[in-house]
């Protein structure tokens, strides 16, 4: 069974359209939904799709051709199975129609015709532009628009390819690369090549703070009775080998507000329209190591005790040092935990580390005069942070979540 494939009507006011690419020729199977022939206006192109599966038996137009609403532009042999009716059935009620490529204006029988076709996109952009999208192969469609009445500009198809190559997402805005600059000209230098760590890094962490909106919320918690607990117990840990820092205490809190609050423990899928919960909580535990920071992967924290993650820790963060570490121990993680408590620091915000979407920064706890209600007493007080992605974590959901934390790691007796 034959079909005519013809021009949808192109609206008011648009008579003629020129016939940009043909993307089928003659003996071509298509699948519905392949795009056939994209048209094009002096305001916008249109993408003329196949609506049924079948051989092309004819081409009836040709680039750069002005076509009208109605126009015939291919005959379509349908696939056997798209056809409505039994072939003979068909040849009972018309006869076969014989296609042949003159007179171009030759009508196929009225049984045998479906007509119109679908619009996919318009897109609204000059025939200068469209040439330029089309001499770069870039899908108008995809292109973030920045003119007057969302037309696609020039610039912004350099800026869609330039994000492309660069790795960045489609419409993030790009931005210029840095001249190159020779130091020496002002003073005596030295070139030092970074570790491959650091390079990796650098990209890893780049892509995180392009594509990720980030807000990070501060809070502080009282650990004085942590302090005094942690005291007592460090000596029975360290004869297994391990070292009771804050940190096992602060994992123990975090992986009770992560069960809390399942989102932070979440990651988008890749188009953004789904977040996926897992059942798990693996810790990523930023390590400082002389070639780079490494995140290692400390496995369900939920179900261990203190005194086996105080062992883990050791052993893990003495492995990457040591860069022993195996890569499947690098991977995996649903939350990451950045602790320079033990060097300085009163607050910082650490780049989320995709595809988690939040990240706690621990701080240098201080001894601080706090106000009781009656007097000012000396209290050992933690600050800490959480770096989120907004596009998952309202700030009313980071502030509750970072509030659990302090409250779970100033209840030590419940904690443990
Ligand atoms: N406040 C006060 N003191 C702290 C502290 C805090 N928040 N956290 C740790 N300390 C103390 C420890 O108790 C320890 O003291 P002692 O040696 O007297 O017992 C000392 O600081 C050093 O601790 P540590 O670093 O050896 O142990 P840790 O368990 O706290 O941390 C590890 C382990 C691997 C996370 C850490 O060594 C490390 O590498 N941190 C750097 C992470 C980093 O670079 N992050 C930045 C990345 S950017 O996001």
């Given at each position: 069974m034959l079909k005519e494939i013809i021009i949808p009507d192109l609206g008011e006011g648009i008579d003629t359209v020129e016939v940009g690419e043909i993307n089928v020729k003659p003996g071509d199977h298509v699948e519905t939904g392949d795009i056939l022939v994209v048209l094009e206006s002096d305001k916008a192109s249109m993408e003329i799709e196949a609506e049924d599966a079948g051989t092309i038996k004819e081409i009836r137009i040709t680039p750069g051709s002005e076509v009208r609403t109605n126009t015939i532009l291919a005959i379509l042999e349908l696939d056997q199975s798209a056809e409505p009716t039994p072939v003979e059935e068909v040849e009972a009620q018309a006869p076969k129609a014989e296609v042949t490529p003159e007179p171009v204006e030759e009508e196929i029988p009225q049984a045998q015709v479906e007509a119109p076709i679908t619009k996919r996109k318009v897109v609204s952009a000059s025939p200068s532009v469209r040439r330029f999208a089309r001499e770069l192969g870039c899908e108008l469609s995809q292109v973030t628009p920045s003119g007057p009445k969302g037309?696609?500009?020039?610039?912004?198809?350099?800026?869609?390819?330039?994000?492309?190559?660069?790795?960045?997402?489609?419409?993030?805005v790009v931005s210029p690369a840095q001249p190159e600059i020779d130091f020496s000209q002002w003073g005596e230098i030295e070139t030092v090549r970074l570790s491959k760590i650091r390079r990796v890094t650098a990209v890893?962490?780049?892509?995180?703070?392009?594509?990720?909106?980030?807000?990070?919320?501060?809070?502080?918690?009282?650990?004085?009775?942590?302090?005094?607990?942690?005291?007592?117990?460090?000596?029975?840990?360290?004869k297994e080998g391990g070292k009771l820092s804050i940190l096992p205490f602060i994992m123990k809190a975090v992986a009770l507000a992560l069960q809390k609050y399942p989102d932070f423990n979440g990651s988008l899928d890749i188009r953004g329209e789904n977040l996926i919960h897992k059942k798990y909580i693996h810790l990523g535990i930023a390590v400082d190591t002389e070639a780079g920071l490494v995140v290692p992967v400390i496995r369900d924290v939920d179900q261990k005790s203190l005194s086996q993650l105080a062992l883990e820790l050791v052993d893990v963060s003495l492995r990457t040092r040591e860069r022993k570490i195996k890569p499947a121990e690098l991977m995996g993680a649903t939350f990451t935990i950045s602790s320079l408590g033990g060097i300085s620091g009163t607050g910082f915000s650490p780049i989320v580390?995709?595809?988690?979407?939040?990240?706690?920064?621990?701080?240098?706890?201080?001894?601080?005069?706090?106000?009781?209600?009656?007097?000012?007493?000396?209290?050992?007080?933690?600050?800490?942070?959480?770096?989120?992605?907004?596009?998952?974590?309202?700030?009313?959901?980071?502030?509750?979540?970072?509030?659990?934390?302090?409250?779970?790691?100033?209840?030590?007796?419940?904690?443990?």
């Open positions: 037309r696609v500009l020039k610039e912004d198809i350099q800026n869609f390819v330039k994000s492309r190559l660069s790795g960045a997402p489609a419409g993030a890893n962490l780049q892509r995180a703070w392009q594509t990720i909106p980030h807000v990070a919320q501060m809070d502080e918690t009282d650990i004085t009775e942590l302090e005094a607990f942690r005291q007592v117990f460090k000596h029975a840990v360290a580390n995709p595809p988690q979407v939040a990240i706690l920064g621990v701080s240098k706890s201080k001894m601080t005069p706090e106000w009781n209600g009656s007097e000012f007493v000396p209290r050992l007080m933690l600050p800490f942070s959480i770096s989120y992605d907004h596009r998952v974590i309202d700030g009313a959901s980071a502030a509750r979540f970072t509030k659990f934390i302090a409250e779970a790691l100033s209840a030590i007796k419940e904690l443990v």
